[in-house]
Structure formats: C-alpha cells, structure tokens
C-alpha cells in the first residue's frame, strides 16, 4: 500500500502571534541600541551584559540567553576572531579597532525574539570594515527569500548566493562558516528546523504565511572552520581570522519579509 508522504511545513503564527512575537524582539533590538551606546574602548563586556540584561528586565522582558544551556550571560559577546557565543567577562575589555559582535534574546509573554549585530569599536581596519558591511548586507538580501511557497534551503542559497556577490561589491574575500546557522523560533529559541547560510536550493520543508525563522550569517575574512574553547561556548576561528555576525528574526507574510527585531 502506497502512503503519500504530506511535504512538511515550517509552522505558521497568526497574525496576533506575529504581533507578540515583534514586541519580544524590538526589545531585543533597544537592548541591541543600549549595549552599542555603552560600548566603547575600555569598557568590558561584563559591563555591557549589565546592560543588557537591565534594558531587557526594564521592558518587562526576560532574558532568554541567561541559563540557557547554563549559558551565564544575557547577551554573546564576541570580539574578533570569536564568531559567536562570547561569554561576558570583566577580563574582556574593549579596545580601538575591535569588531565586537552581540547577540541577545529577549522572552515577552511567552515569545521569543533573537538578533544579533557586529560593530566597531572606534575606527577599524579596512578589510575588516568590508567584512562587516558586507555580513549585513548579505542578511539582507538572504532574507528576501522568506516568502511563502518557498523552501528552507532557498533561504540557505539566497544567503550564499549574496555571500558571492558581496565579495565583489564590497571587494573581500568571504568565508561562510561551517556547521553554524539559523533557526526556527517561537515559543523557544532554538526551534526545527536548522537553517543552513550556504546549499543547494528547493530542499527542506515549505515556509508558509507566519512562518518564523531567525536568519543569522556569520563571516570571516580567513576560513570556514572554527573551534570551541575550553569554555565549552566560545566559538573562534580557526586561524585567528576576524568574523563578523548579523541576526534578524524573520517572518514570512503575504506582504513580504517581516523582521520582528527592528533596531528602529
Ligand atoms: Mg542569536
Ligand atoms: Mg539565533
């Protein structure tokens, strides 16, 4: 007897849902603004968790990173060759010319919201510049592909395509890392299914109306691999090469792309 397999779905939010979910991540995206403002050259990224983790309870919000996984922080913070999941530390302090990289969550009535940013501190190498620039805009043009009727991997090619295109136009060569990427999100963070930044498209379930998924590329300018430090969080690159991190939560809608963590 032959069954026919139903094609799976990214599930769909409703309207209200998507309403709730974009309250928990303009919080994240004021918390994103209040840790920028307080960033500067001698400051740690202990300090800036203070931050955060204030802007986030202020707004009647929890953070979602702290204790997650016993993960102690209330944002990632990670400098330069760090490509995510930077622990806050007082012995991490900031310094002219760092690329510092943030990404925080944020729970509000139940829903979650996730994003993340790479931005200097004071002025920074060109090349470097470029990486960031161009991390950002291939965030931007990887989620054009959140539209429903398509699928999962077109959102993962849509992401590597602009990672090509963005080393001609910002003029450096691009390293999508391996083994990291985006992610379903609702009601917790890290939802099915696993989004890819690079592959084959046409693959992987439909992205419906009110479909959520947090899109999150993440560059450097020397290599594809990375390792894990003693902490058991810190993510680096493998050849000390700088990598830059940009995140937006993103909804599918009959309009277009939705982001529900505007930094506004
Ligand atoms: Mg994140
Ligand atoms: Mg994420």
Same mark, same amino acid.
């Given at each position: ?27 994240? *995206?004021? &918390? =994103? ?6 960033? /500067? ?5 202990? +300090? #800036? !968790? ?54 925080? *969550?944020? &729970? =509000? ?6 994003? /993340? ?5 004071? +002025? #920074? !190498? ?54 990291? *990427? ?36 993440m560059l450097t300018l020397g290599t594809v691999d990375s390792a894990v430090l003693e902490d058991d969080w810190t993510v680096v690159t493998l ?26």
């Open positions: 007897m032959a069954f026919r397999r139903r094609t799976k779905r990214i599930p769909a939010r409703t309207p209200g849902e998507l309403d709730a979910m974009q309250a928990a991540g303009e919080i994240v *995206g004021k &918390t =994103l603004q209040a840790v920028r403002a307080a960033a /500067a050259p001698g400051v740690s990224t202990l +300090e #800036l !968790d203070a931050v955060a983790e204030q802007t986030i309870r202020a707004a009647g919000a929890t953070p979602t990173f702290k204790g997650y996984e016993g993960f102690p922080g209330s944002i990632c913070s990670s400098v330069n060759d760090v490509i995510v999941h930077g622990i806050p530390d007082a012995k991490t302090v900031l310094a002219n010319g760092d690329l510092l990289s943030i990404d925080c *969550g944020a &729970t =509000l009535d139940g829903w979650v919201g996730d994003s /993340a940013w790479s931005f200097p501190i004071g +002025e #920074l !190498d060109l090349d470097v510049v470029a990486l960031n620039a161009a991390t950002e805009w291939v965030l931007m043009e990887g989620l054009q592909a959140m539209v429903p009727g398509n699928r999962l991997t077109d959102v993962s090619h849509a992401l590597e395509q602009a990672t090509y295109r963005a080393e001609d136009k910002f003029g450096v060569s691009l390293y999508i890392v391996d083994g990291y *990427g985006g992610h379903g999100i609702g009601r917790t963070m890290h939802e099915e299914p696993y989004l890819e930044n690079e592959g084959k498209p046409g693959r992987g379930p439909v992205i419906q109306e009110g479909s959520v998924l947090a899109i999150e590329p050849d000390g090469s700088v990598a830059a991190h940009w995140e937006h939560t993103v909804a599918a809608t009959a309009d277009g792309p939705r982001i529900l963590t505007r930094r506004y």
